[in-house]
């Protein structure tokens, strides 16, 4: 069905656009990421509403993803590995964290354990999106950290639990993905902007 979808796409992208080989391949690239985002998405969705978690399901989408726009982190290695990862996170979680009562310093504590590491170890890069400009890495690790701040600041003053839960396992969830012995544990290469600046010196 995806290479169906991607062909027709890209059959019709060719007979409109003169784009070079190199070009044509970072599209399809992108639509395949695409495809499987949406779909991986729709249904994970799908579950929640079954099990009446898509609110909380949202919000955690709309938070670590916000942090994740900025902090970056790990990527599977495959479509497979993305496929179990997503479901095995984003399906019980949402879910648990309905009923899961955490004390309320102890969500504090956590989300301010979550942005000193944040502030210490954002942005993290991949072999394929390597962060080569100093600039950008440092306004990341700023805006990463501030968005992080924000979080804990709103965990303090909330009163939802359920809130406080979502909010504590966004910035965590954050956190863990960018520290160097998540890259270790998943076979993945950390600080790959480093490796780019060798080959360009050399």
Known sequence: ????IINNIMLNIKNNKDY???KLNEIRYGLEALYLTSTKIAVIYIIAVILNSY???TLIFLLYGTLRLTGFGIHAKSSKECWISSLLI???IPYLLKFIFIPKYINIILSIIGTILLLIYSP???EKRPLIHKKKRIIYKILTTTISTIYTILNIITKDNILSNIITFSILLEAIIVLPISYKLFGLKYNNYLNYK???TN
């Open 1 to 4: 069905m995806k290479e169906v």
């Open 20 to 22: 070079t080989e190199q």
């Open 55 to 57: 609110k909380e399901l």
């Open 90 to 92: 984003f399906v019980p």
């Open 124 to 126: 993290a890069d991949t």
């Open 198 to 200: 060798e080959r360009r």
